[in-house]
Each structure stands twice: as C-alpha cells, then as structure tokens.
C-alpha cells in the first residue's frame, strides 16, 4: 500500500505540476517576505498595503533587472551559434584520432570474422526541412513561454493573498494538522517557515560571493562576458548539483570556443570547480549551521525528484519541501522514521 501510494502520489505531482508548482513556490516565496509583513504591522500597516507594495516591489525589480540584462543577453544568444560551431569544431578535432583508432580496430575485427568481406556503408538518413525544425523550436519555445508566464503570474497573486491575509494561513493549516508531541501547531508552522526563509537568504547570499568570485576569475583568464557568467552562476546555485553541472558544461564549451590550448580550456570549468568545492566545504557549513542539518544523500536524490517531477521549479525547491517535511516530522513524532532518514 505504501509502494502504491508512493507512485500515485508522484504521479498526481507530475500530471497536476501546473497546478502544484504554482501553490508550491508561492508558499516558500511567502516563507521569505512574511517578515516584511510582520514588521510593518507593528507599526498598524495593514497586511494588504503592505503586500500590495511587496508585489509591485517585485514587479519593479525584475522589470529593472531585465531591461539591464537584455543587452548582454541578446549578445550572447548571437554569438551562441558560432560559440558552439566552434567549439564542436575543436572536439572534433581531438576525437578524430580515436575514430581512426576504432575504424582501424572495426577493420581488423571484420577482416578476421568475415573473411576480409566489408559490408555495404549504410545510407545516410534523410535530411528534415529546416522550415519543419524551425516552426517545431518557436511552437516549442513559446509554449513554454506562455506556461512560465502562466506559472508566473498564478504564483504572484498566490504570494499576495497569502500576505494580504497575514496569519490566517498559519493559524490553518495548525488547526487542521495533528497535534505535535513537541511544542505547538503554530509553532511547527513557524518553525518551518524559518528554516525556509534561513535558507533562501543565506543561499542567496552565499550565491553572490561566488557570482562575483567566478566573474571575476574568469576575466582574469580571458574567457568573454565574465558578468554573464557571474550571473549564471548565482543563478544556477539555487539548484542544487545540478546547476554546478550545467555550470561546468557550459563553461567548458566556452572555454573550447575561446581558447586554443588544452590547459586554457581546461582553466575554466576547472577554477569553477575548485571555487565551488571551497564554497561547499568551507563556506556553506560555517553559513548554514544547525539549521539545515540534512541528508547529503537525500538532498540529490530529492533534487533529482523535484527536477523529474517539476523540472526546475523542482530542483529549486527541492531542499525547502525537504527541510520543512523534516521539521513536520521531528515535530510530531521526535525519533520517527523519517525524520531519522532526513537528517544529516
């Protein structure tokens, strides 16, 4: 029954994640800016002005920060096309001797089976229209624009009623969860919410130290737009594992682009990988605490979840659903199961 509730569980996740990607990054979205709310109501603000002005805050914010980085954006997408004909053009040229190796082993190999008899090459594939393959990438690429602009706006005004209500979500969802061995329901809800909201600060601000450090390494190393790549970099780090891959891909196909020996190209995937190993060694332990104490092992295999399940919404809040649930757990039934499996 477990193993059957588990598959449909994740099956309703991944059929309803237009649904429940919205809900889900509204509540840890909400998790971040309540204290906003609280501290203005101190001073008799009402909760709905104080919401009103945080969402058009937001608004304000991104359309700032995208009108700055539209232009080297726009450039980069330019030079995207000859940056990877380039740099496939480099691989090429490393692999070919392997090629000639495995031609000449495939050879031998017939010459020994079949009588040096050589079957007949087989015919190339044939070639797709570009027309076709150009209308499949703009359907397919403003489909997902309309759902992120979608999921976008459903997350906004989730984010504002649950902050033009104040507490009324919290004292709900305490009235309606089983009684806690440990502590109140309110607080449980609290207590959770502040291990969201502790994350997503000191996440944010661990991601511009090491924004700014790979920035600027890699202008000292040459390798074009080092702000562009800052920016990837404090965005990609909110997605655990998996945005340090992507990182490490995508400058590795840069640096084949721009440079020509093998230790340049090298240099850069590998700088990023030596500052991140430091930011997650040295850096996240001292920042992080005793309040996100979590299983290594559980973090990847929840952030693969999330991403299977939710794409990048899910690798996102992957460790925010992971720490509240353990909350939740240890809060209810201290020394249970899950909270046990959670823990670091």
Request: no cysteine; hydrophobic share 55%; glycine share 10%.
């Amino acid at each position: 029954m477990i193993v059957l509730a588990s598959i449909a569980a994740a099956a309703a996740l991944y059929f309803g994640r237009e649904l429940f990607v919205p809900i889900a990054l509204a509540l840890v979205f909400t998790a971040l800016l309540r204290p906003i709310v609280d501290l203005l109501g101190r001073f008799h603000i009402p909760a709905a002005v104080t919401a009103t002005v945080i969402v058009l805050a937001v608004l304000g914010l991104l359309g700032t920060g995208i009108f700055m980085l539209s232009q080297p954006v726009q450039e980069w997408v330019a030079e995207a096309p000859r940056t990877f004909a380039a740099a496939r053009g480099k691989i090429d040229k490393l692999r070919r001797p392997v090629q000639q190796v495995t031609q000449a082993v495939e050879k031998v190999q017939q010459e020994v089976a079949g009588g040096g008899k050589e079957g007949k090459p087989a015919a190339p594939p044939p070639a797709q229209g570009s027309s076709e393959g150009g209308t499949t990438l703009l359907a397919h690429i403003f489909g997902t624009t309309t759902a992120l602009l979608s999921g976008f706006i459903e997350t906004l005004v989730l984010v504002f009623l649950l902050l033009a209500t104040g507490s009324l979500f919290h004292r709900k969802v305490a009235a309606i969860m089983p009684a806690p061995a440990k502590g109140t329901a309110e607080e449980t809800v609290e207590e959770a919410e502040s291990v969201v909201r502790h994350y997503l600060v000191v996440t944010a601000i661990i991601n511009v130290g090491q924004g700014i450090a790979v920035g600027l390494v890699m202008k000292l190393i040459g390798l074009p737009n080092p702000a562009l790549w800052g920016l990837l970099t404090f965005l990609l780090e909110f997605l655990p594992y998996l945005g340090g891959f992507l990182m490490i891909a995508f400058l590795t196909v840069a640096a084949f682009a721009s440079f020509d020996s093998v230790g340049k190209i090298l240099l850069a995937p590998g700088a990023y990988l030596a500052i991140t190993t430091i930011q997650n060694n040295v850096v996240s332990p001292f920042a992080y605490g005793n309040r996100l104490q979590l299983n290594p092992v559980m973090v990847l295999v929840s952030t693969l979840a999330g991403y299977a399940l939710w794409g990048v919404a899910g690798a996102f809040m992957a460790i925010p659903i992971l720490a509240a649930i353990k909350i939740f757990a240890d809060r209810l039934r201290p020394g249970s199961r899950l909270g046990t499996a959670l823990g670091e």
